[in-house]
């Protein structure tokens, strides 16, 4: 028996101060006539029960006609916990106005309501959960979510979402997982010309999984059978990572797949210029990738990543040429190729002074139906800063 050091993982800060125990309020203005608003509540004792309310809005006007957007956002959340186990809930609202301003101004003259794009956005949660390990050693967290999705004159959305999750602890090795989920939607056009039309989404899948964790090492192994509208698909699990040098160098690999749900809902959210669909065909993506972790001292941690990714039906937005160029049409792309680079460092003192950076690259290649990778991303660079410089004083850069 050899003994091995402890080296305890640095803290996080807390990157909020403390205006006061349990409510908060922060209020700005900037450039752009933008005024920001958040603010928070909070009820109960914590213990037997909690409610939280929570709301921020935001909106600015940009230079061109029309360029113009409001964001409002309030949402409840409130727990009950009985013995083991926490029955949990949530309603919320948003209301998001942004104007279709990328026209030709020299062409067209629309006025405000011509060009408005309204979005309201209902939910509505409910779970329970255990909070304490039971006789049997098996968690549970089933759920459901209901989402209502409007847009002004031109299209509704409802969705309802299932989730019912087990996990079962046989020892310290070996853990089992599995998760059933229904994702059903239905969307629907108003106004549309030259025929309204009627779309069904609806996903159903059973993700079974076995961790197996060892000294040096962890292995999770799966396979989820999904059904995508009517069509069966195998998505791979597995992925795992194994520690050298004293936990001081990771190693990870993996290869996994997910099924991107398109519903106007959730396009809407990437680009929020979008005009209504005629279709909805989900994106299957599966990724091989391999990466390592390192850490540098007492203070640098480090991590890469490298994979290569394939989609099916991956969603394009180009703009709509055919009239006035005012909004985007989705595009969606049989077989898509990408290469896909991440990298991450951060150096941490404690919980006085923490900074991080982090880079993203996808290079999309083997287009089928789309002469580039119209509406992505294909580099995001990211930063953070934190800093305590005295007691009830902390300084932050993003």
Do not use: C
Request: glycine share 8%; charged share 20%; aromatic share 12%.
């Amino acid at each position: 028996y050899q003994p091995i050091p402890l080296r305890p993982l640095a803290l996080q800060p807390n990157d909020s101060l403390q205006l006061g125990v349990r409510n908060y309020l922060k209020v700005g203005i900037g450039n752009f006539s933008t005024p920001y608003l958040n603010a928070g509540l909070s009820f109960g004792d914590g213990k037997t029960s909690l409610v939280n309310i929570y709301g921020d809005y935001i909106a600015s006007k940009g230079k061109i006609k029309y360029q113009d957007y409001s964001k409002l956002n309030v949402k409840a959340t409130g727990s009950y916990f009985a013995g083991q186990n926490e029955v949990y809930g949530s309603a919320g609202l948003s209301l998001h106005d942004n104007y279709l301003y990328g026209y030709d101004h020299d062409v067209h003259n629309f006025v405000k309501t011509d060009v408005l794009q309204r979005f309201q956005n209902f939910s509505v949660s409910a779970g329970v959960r255990n909070v304490q390990s039971n006789e049997l050693g098996i968690n549970y967290n089933p759920s459901l979510l209901i989402n209502v999705f409007t847009s002004q004159n031109k299209l509704s959305e409802s969705s309802v979402q299932f989730n019912i999750p087990f996990e079962k602890i046989f020892d310290e090795r070996i853990t089992a997982k599995i998760a059933a989920t229904a994702d059903i939607t239905s969307y629907k056009t108003k106004n549309l010309l030259p025929d309204n039309v009627k779309i069904s989404n609806n996903i159903f899948q059973v993700a079974p999984e076995v961790i197996y964790t060892a000294p040096m090492y962890t292995i999770h192994g799966g396979l989820t059978p999904a059904y995508s509208n009517k069509k069966f698909t195998l998505l791979p699990n597995i992925y795992g990572e194994m520690r050298i040098s004293e936990k001081k160098f990771l190693v990870q690999a993996g290869f996994v797949g997910k099924i991107i749900k398109n519903s106007y809902r959730n396009l809407s959210a990437i680009n929020p210029y979008l005009l209504p669909v005629t279709t909805q065909l989900n994106t299957k993506e599966t990724e091989l990738y391999g990466g390592i972790k390192s850490t540098v001292g007492k203070h640098f941690n480090s991590s890469a990543k490298a994979g290569l990714v394939h989609f099916n039906n991956f969603a394009f937005f180009v703009n709509d040429t055919l009239t006035d160029e005012k909004g985007f049409l989705v595009s969606n792309d049989d077989d898509v190729n990408a290469l896909r680079l991440r990298a991450d460092m951060s150096y941490i003192n404690q919980d006085k002074f923490t900074i991080t950076g982090g880079v993203t690259f996808n290079g999309y290649t083997d287009l089928q139906n789309n002469a580039a990778a119209y509406g992505t991303v294909p580099i995001e660079i990211t930063a953070s800063m934190r800093w305590w410089a005295f007691n009830k004083v902390l300084l932050k850069s993003d």
